[in-house]
């Protein structure tokens, strides 16, 4: 059984940072596509970031290219995604995921092809 738990999330005033961790239990991380997806309040689930199963793709969507960093260690079985000068409507809660399918070089933006997701972490940015 694949368990992913975040961590990371918070208050955070604008312009300011945070760094979310995804926790990867049961499987080795090194199988899986990883992914960072959010959803604010009244809004549907919106892609955020992607990393593939070696590190060497990212996917970002435009709203937080520059901003946001997703990288992972395996031999930690962890996964994070960095984020830099936030702002208000990056407020959600920040869900990490996970794709067996996905060859190594590989990334995916379409939630439906992730078997396993977390429980979220509230990220709150205040203006």
């Known amino acids: 059984q694949v368990q992913l738990v975040e961590s990371g999330g918070g208050l955070v005033q604008d312009g300011g940072s945070l760094r979310l961790s995804c926790a990867v239990s049961?499987?080795?991380?090194?199988?899986?596509?990883m992914a960072w997806f959010r959803q604010a309040p009244g809004k549907e689930r919106e892609f955020v970031a992607a990393?593939?199963?070696?590190?060497?793709?990212?996917d970002y969507v435009d709203s937080v290219k520059g901003r946001f960093s997703i990288s992972r260690d395996n031999a930690k079985n962890t996964v994070y995604l960095q984020m830099n000068s936030l702002k208000p409507e990056d407020t959600a809660v920040y869900y990490c995921?996970?794709?067996?399918?996905?060859?190594?070089?590989?990334?995916?933006?379409?939630?439906?092809?992730?078997?396993?997701w977390g429980q979220g972490t509230q990220v709150t940015v205040s203006s």
């Open positions: 995921a996970a794709d067996l399918k996905r060859l190594i070089y590989s990334t995916t933006r379409f939630a439906r092809t992730y078997e396993y």
């Open positions: 049961g499987r080795t991380l090194s199988n899986y596509a």
């Open positions: 990393i593939s199963r070696n590190g060497g793709s990212t």
